[in-house]
T-cell receptor, first 114, second 110 residues
Framework: DTAVSQTPKYLVTQMGNDKSIKCEQN?????MYWYKQDSKKFLKIMFS???????INETVPNRFSPKSPDKAHLNLHINSLELGDSAVYFC?????????????FGNGTRLTVT | RKEVEQDPGPFNVPEGATVAFNCTYS??????FFWYRQDCRKEPKLLMS???SGNEDGRFTAQLNRASQYISLLIRDSKLSDSATYLC???????????FGAGTRLFVKA
């Protein structure tokens, strides 16, 4: 009965590969997000979606392409992986950002690019 | 100027101490404010929302000063289990852009 679940938990891959991270929330929330937490532990927003529509794209390289097939899912596909993509990627959701709703996070996906 | 700024610490305090964290934000149109807690290798979790009138949850007190664009968190009677990184969080852009500060590390020692 996990609220926000993302898979895989760990991902180790080589430079140049393409990989995907999946995220699902069963909270009935309208808004979903992807965050990246780098080695310095800084948590930076990448994308936010509301009812499957892209709302925020925070100057993320085109190699990152989010896909939201429905409002319960927000997947992240990364093409041509680079060393600098190594980080922990967190998916999150919120009920209604306009009404002080907090974020609920998944457990994170630790991506290592070698 | 960063959108949300916090003192990174670390703060090293003994059990039972009172410790305060501060945070400033740059967007005066920000609407919602939170403190989150993140344990090592875990996801961030909501500690408390921050309301204009200030609010308290047990040993934790949060304050918001909109005029100064300043948020604070006070922890009283620190416990070992309070050791974590505390993240100041601000909503902007109609609420869809939730910005995290870099976090303040707290170590509570016996």
């Amino acid at each position: 009965d996990t609220a926000v679940s993302q898979t895989p938990k760990y991902l180790v891959t080589q430079m140049g590969n393409d990989k995907s991270i999946k995220c699902e929330q069963n909270l009935g929330h309208d808004t979903m997000y992807w965050y990246k937490q780098d080695s310095k532990k800084f948590l930076k927003i990448m994308f936010s979606y509301n009812n499957k529509e892209l709302i925020i794209n925070e100057t993320v390289p085109n190699r990152f392409s989010p896909k939201s097939p429905d409002k319960a899912h927000l997947n992240l596909h990364i093409n041509s992986l680079e060393l600098g993509d190594s980080a922990v990627y967190f998916c999150a959701s919120s009920q209604d950002p306009l009404t002080n709703s907090p974020l609920h996070f998944g457990n994170g996906t630790r991506l290592t690019v070698t | 100027r960063k959108e949300v700024e916090q003192d990174p610490g670390p703060f090293n305090v003994p059990e039972g101490a009172t410790v305060a964290f501060n945070c400033t934000y740059s967007n005066s149109a920000s609407q919602s404010f939170f403190w989150y807690r993140q344990d090592c290798r875990k996801e961030p979790k909501l500690l408390m929302s921050v309301y204009s009138s200030g609010n308290e949850d047990g040993r934790f007190t949060a304050q918001l000063n909109r005029a100064s664009q300043y948020i604070s968190l006070l922890i009283r009677d620190s416990k070992l289990s309070d050791s974590a990184t505390y993240l100041c969080v601000v909503n902007g852009d109609g609420g869809f852009k939730t910005i995290f500060g870099a976090g303040t590390r707290l170590f509570v020692k016996a």
